[in-house]
DNA sequence: CGGTTGTTTGAGGACGTTCAAGTACTGTGG
DNA sequence: CCACAGTACTTGAACGTCCTCAAACAACCG
């Protein structure tokens, strides 16, 4: 662990909420890897050896099916600790995870990190504090998955994504499209697609920039305001139809 | 809390982990109450009151849209602890609770709950274990809904409530259609198509009753062998063609 | 028996996927 | 600098799955 490892740790809320002294303990002689973007840290079917924790970087936990096909499950950033469950239970990984960005990521072994469970009350507590969030996060992606469409999902996407909350904003997308498109659980030409829909709502995309002209208007999209069903408001709809100054605008 | 109820209590998985002492501590003078099926226990965005634990019945987390639509997002019985992570978070819940059936359900204070948590290990452990368990349950789900048909859900919900795990297998359906398929994340309409359907893979259902001729046969649908793309396989696919004998074969 | 509710069936359409082709962005080596 | 390949992204057409609506049917209950 390089100090500069321990200086990402120390940043993390894990370290905060844990306190000096037990994040120190848990961490001791841990391996620090780095993994280019696109690296398998896991497989379905494994069990846990290590407790992974992102120093640096975007990990996707992504489920395979036999066929081949696959798909993003979710996703965790810098400082967070993931598939914990696993590990706590001692079962095999019901899914994969995957770097969807080059990562640095610290390795506790399972075995420290389940002794540690049982005998620092903090790490508990800090537990049960992420899996909880954890489950309001994959809560969230039920949700927007039973209750929404492509295109709902995706503005969404961006307005979480937007630095600000309303007004204009801009910002660059950190991952590829077809990254997004598997986390949103859509197919890359959907993702396209939705992105040309966007822009009579105001957003503009050129590779990684995204520009939205009006974040707060963004936001009425996947709440829709008129309890009217969704086919009804369609023969006289001109919300997704292009304006005309729009139509024949070309990125550069 | 009557004496049966203490019953229930000491049979859950949450009691024994517990141990007596800390069991009786948690639930020492908590109310117990009845409802009936399909009550709102808890409605969104409302910040938790109590945690709930179900000594008897089924509960959903339903979300619901401003539109008046809404799903399950799942479903917990017997012996289990819900809707926990609002109540550890002290934030808003992101879902609902609806009673599927008739329920009789301890109610832990908040306040007690979160104290408990802070001053016995044990409480601490068992929760980590039952979020690591939920975690894996929304999973499962999401894995589901992105990865397989409705057909293939419909098949893999039946399977995980038949009795045995191959062979010959009868049981009967505990939910009523339209909460199985809000669960399975479709219409009643789709539901009862894909039943139809199944009855050429040797399912049989009337009313609640539901007979399997042979489980082993089921899997296969929802873990396909063959790792080709689904419409290919469809010009000269015999799996879901009906077989002679079952064409005109009913229920009674 | 009619009223209520839950389930099934049929027709049509919306949403999203796949395949295929085209276009734009990489980086590489000449 | 350009040609080139390789990759990512976009666009179009056809199709499949699932949803909605509407109506028929069944079951239950007064």
Redesign the interface.
């Given at each position: 662990m390089r100090p500069s490892d321990l200086q990402l740790f120390q940043k993390t809320e894990i370290f905060a909420r844990l306190g000096e002294a037990t994040a120190e303990r848990l961490a001791r002689n841990c391996q620090v890897k780095d993994y280019p973007k696109n690296t398998m840290l896991t497989e379905q079917g494994e069990t846990a050896e290590y407790v992974h924790l992102i120093l640096n970087g975007r990990v996707a936990?992504t489920?395979e099916?036999?066929?081949?096909?696959?798909?993003i499950?979710?996703s965790f950033g810098d400082g967070e600790i993931f598939v914990?469950?696993a590990a706590?239970?001692q079962?095999p990984y019901?899914?994969a995870a995957k770097t969807i960005s080059p990562c640095r990521i610290l390795l506790i072994p399972v075995t420290r990190f389940r002794q540690a469970?049982?005998t620092e009350?903090a790490l508990?507590?800090l537990?049960?504090?992420r899996?909880?969030?954890?489950?309001?996060l994959?809560?969230?992606?039920?949700?927007e998955?039973?209750?929404h469409t492509a295109l709902e999902r995706l503005a969404s996407y961006l307005v979480t994504r937007s630095p600000a909350a309303r007004g204009a904003a801009h910002f660059r997308l950190t991952e590829d499209r077809r990254t997004i498109a598997a986390e949103l659980?859509m197919s890359a030409e959907c993702l396209s697609r939705s992105f040309q829909q966007l822009r009579a709502c105001g957003v503009r995309v050129s590779g990684s920039r995204v520009h939205i002209l009006d974040v707060a208007q963004l936001k009425k999209l996947y709440?829709?305001?008129?309890?009217?069903?969704r086919h009804m408001a369609n023969p006289a709809d001109e919300t997704f139809e292009r304006s005309p100054e729009s139509v024949h605008q070309q990125t550069h």
């Open positions: 936990l489920a099916c036999l066929d081949g096909s696959s798909t499950v979710t914990t469950a706590i239970l079962q019901l899914v469970l049982q009350a508990a507590l537990m049960v504090d899996l909880a969030h954890h489950w309001r994959l809560v969230g992606h039920l949700r998955l039973k209750l659980g709440r829709p305001v008129v309890p009217a069903p």
